[in-house]
């Protein structure tokens, strides 16, 4: 997966009117979420932009997550593109590795209004999307069939530093009228969570195929 570069600053005035005032600068609230999991009540120090969010219903732990502020300039080749990266996030000197996690936009110019982050650590597992290639020529193709792509990410589980690039799929051996689903992809070091029997890609039935199934038939 490649290295995304961004610089990030703590945000510290929340509410409505401050963000407001941050995205009229061309500016974007942002969350890395990820942070250490603490005993609550907390004793110990937070750095600027840090805060805790419960997360038991008894109110004795708590996350440790980050306000942060990025340019709409500063994201631009993160967001619009259909590559996948690892995010070397910047705060005031401090590196911290991370992840897209969720990207709010405004319903009508499409502008961002919120990212969520994930922090990653490298002996820990990520859940990312990542986007599916289909290589080879499929045995149905060369029947007169179609070939079709019903999933462009999969969902894998592994370090983020095992996840590749795009999921390479060869679909020589796929037949006319056949599919192939979640369960029968096999990567090694990655744990697909989709469904099993989600169906990735097809070869299907073209008018052609089926009037040369037909003739043949007679």
């Not at 974007?28 to 120090?45: E, F, H, Q, W």
């Not at 080749?77 to 005031?92: G, M, N, Q, W």
Request: with cysteine.
């Amino acid at each position: 997966m490649k290295t995304f570069q961004l610089s990030a600053k703590p945000r510290t005035s929340l509410g409505k009117k401050a963000t407001k005032a941050l995205r009229s600068e061309g500016l974007i609230p942002v969350v890395l979420n990820g942070g250490a999991i603490v005993d609550l009540p907390y004793t110990g120090t937070l750095n600027e932009g840090e805060k805790i969010v419960t997360i038991d219903n008894a109110g004795t732990k708590g996350l440790i997550t980050t306000d942060l502020v990025v340019s709409q300039e500063a994201v631009r080749k993160l967001v619009y593109t259909p590559e996948i990266f690892a995010i070397e996030l910047d705060v005031e000197g401090k590196t911290r590795m991370a992840v897209l996690k969720d990207i709010q936009f405004h319903p009508v110019k499409d502008t961002i209004l919120h990212i969520d982050l994930l922090e990653v650590k490298e002996d820990k597992p990520v859940v990312i999307e990542v986007p599916v290639k289909l290589e080879g020529h499929a045995e149905g193709v060369k029947a007169g069939g179609k070939l079709t792509l019903s999933m462009k990410k999969l969902k894998v589980r592994a370090p983020y530093t095992a996840v590749p690039e795009r999921l390479v799929i060869n679909v020589d051996s796929l037949g006319l009228g056949k599919s192939m689903q979640v369960g029968d992809i096999h990567f090694d070091g990655l744990e697909l969570v989709n469904a099993k029997n989600a169906v990735v890609c097809a070869v299907q039935l073209t008018r052609a195929a089926r009037g040369a199934a037909a003739a043949a038939a007679k």
